[in-house]
């Protein structure tokens, strides 16, 4: 009994450490969105996986960080997703902590990942140029 407790601590503490500061949106979620043209993809994985594949309709965050306004919509409750690589990974963070920095206030995090996306059986587009 108290290694099943240790593991639920231990799960509960990790779920914590992983749930980060901006809700979660799940694949259904974010597909039903995308459908209703209501969201803003920022893909924070890099250049080199942005370029490989990602979800249709995501922006590059690495290469328009430094002009984000320039890309976003101007309404300020637009809703903004970013993502990563998967559930672990952190990277999302920086994407959504500048969406939120300049005035955002409906920014969620698809934790699932690019690799949760394709996992899912869901379609990657390859990056043209930047």
Same mark, same amino acid.
Request: hydrophobic fraction near 40%; glycine fraction near 8%.
């Given at each position: 009994?108290? *290694? &099943?407790? #240790?593991?639920?601590? #231990?799960?509960?503490?990790t #779920?914590?450490?992983y749930?980060?500061?901006?809700?979660? &949106?799940?694949? !259904?979620?974010? !597909?039903?969105?995308?459908? +209703?043209?209501?969201? /803003?993809?920022?893909?924070?994985?890099?250049?080199? @996986?942005?370029?490989?594949?990602?979800?249709?309709?995501? &922006?590059?965050?690495?290469?328009?960080?430094? !002009?984000?306004?320039?890309?976003?919509? !101007?309404d300020?409750? #637009?809703? &903004?997703?970013?993502?990563?690589?998967?559930?672990?990974? /952190? +990277?999302?963070? +920086?994407?959504?902590?500048? +969406?939120? *920095?300049?005035?955002? $206030?409906?920014?969620?995090?698809?934790?699932?990942?690019? @690799?949760?996306?394709?996992?899912?059986?869901?379609? $990657?587009?390859?990056?043209?140029?930047?």
């Open positions: 009994m108290k *290694k &099943i407790l #240790a593991l639920c601590a #231990a799960a509960c503490l #779920a914590t450490v749930a980060g500061d901006f809700q979660d &949106i799940t694949i !259904k979620e974010l !597909k039903s969105d995308m459908a +209703a043209k209501k969201v /803003t993809l920022l893909d924070a994985n890099g250049t080199e @996986s942005w370029q490989s594949g990602h979800i249709p309709g995501a &922006i590059n965050f690495e290469v328009t960080e430094s !002009k984000l306004t320039s890309v976003l919509p !101007k300020k409750n #637009a809703l &903004i997703v970013a993502y990563c690589g998967n559930p672990k990974c /952190t +990277a999302y963070q +920086a994407a959504a902590k500048a +969406a939120k *920095k300049l005035g955002y $206030t409906n920014i969620k995090h698809l934790s699932a990942g690019i @690799s949760g996306w394709k996992d899912a059986g869901e379609k $990657t587009e390859p990056g043209s140029g930047t």
